[in-house]
Structure formats: C-alpha cells, structure tokens
C-alpha cells in the first residue's frame, strides 16, 4: 500500500505543478465543469488507496475469521485520514467560480471535520455516518467521484 500512498502524493504534486496557483487569483478561475473534472481526478487516487484497504482488511479477516478492528483502525489513521486531508488541500488550491465559492469552501470544511471527528474516535471512521455529509455537498455540486471516496 506505500506505494499507493507515493503515487498519490507524487500524482498531487504533479497536478497542483500542472495547474500552477489556481488558488487566489482570478483569472486562474475554474468553470465548474472544469473543477469538477479536477477535482473527481484528485479524489480518484485516494478512492483507489480506500478501495485497496479496505479489501486487504476484509481479506485479512476471511484470513484469520474475524475483524481485526486494530487493522482497520491502522489504516485509518495512517493511511486514509491522511490522504483525504491531503485530497482536501489540493482541492482548496483551485480558484471555484466566484458565486460558488461558499459552497466549494463548505465540502473542504465538512470533510475536513469529519477527518477531525473520526481522528479524536477511530470508531467514528469505521462508522456508516462517517463522510456521509460532505459526500451529500460534493454529490449536491456535481462531483461524481469526491462524493463517494
């Protein structure tokens, strides 16, 4: 999985480099489609990350016959937390358009208060509530991708 967790942070850079400063300045604006596009592609690499986790602690667990919550917790905290918080700054790097701005603002904001949420009690993370919020503002913008990883 580090290898995984490489590519996404190589991948981030390479994006952010590509785009160069969309944060901040307004003739670097994004349409929404283009942010759109963007950012699905930025959120793409942490669903791969999530996807690939998740199956090796279910895989475990058929291993062993039983959930190793430890495991899971593991993951979680090292993995997946991390790379949402990531996932997140390099959303916020791009410029929104200027009337959707709040709205863009309030999906960085909910994800990253449910990352702090689920930090300060694991058991959050494993919960079926856990990103159910900021997954409703993405899908409610439009983005496919950021409202499921």
Do not use: W
Request: proline content about 3%; aromatic content about 6%; glycine content about 12%.
């Amino acid at each position: 999985m580090g290898n995984r967790v490489l590519r996404l942070v190589v991948g981030g850079v390479a994006l952010a480099a590509l785009i160069g400063g969309c944060g901040g300045s307004g003739d670097d604006e994004l349409t929404k489609a283009e942010l759109i596009k963007q950012g699905d592609e930025i959120c793409k690499e942490v669903a791969v990350v999530k996807a690939d986790g998740i199956q090796a602690v279910v895989a475990n667990a058929e291993k062993d016959g039983e959930f190793d919550t430890a495991e899971a917790r593991e993951f979680l905290t090292g993995t997946y937390f991390p790379d949402l918080e990531t996932m997140v700054g390099e959303l916020e790097e791009f410029s929104a358009p200027a009337a959707e701005e709040a709205q863009v603002a309030a999906i960085g904001k909910s994800f990253k208060a449910e990352v702090a949420k689920a930090e300060a009690k694991p058991s959050y993370g494993l919960g079926p509530e856990f990103l159910d919020k900021p997954h409703a503002l993405a899908k409610r913008y439009g983005f496919k991708v950021c409202s499921e990883v």
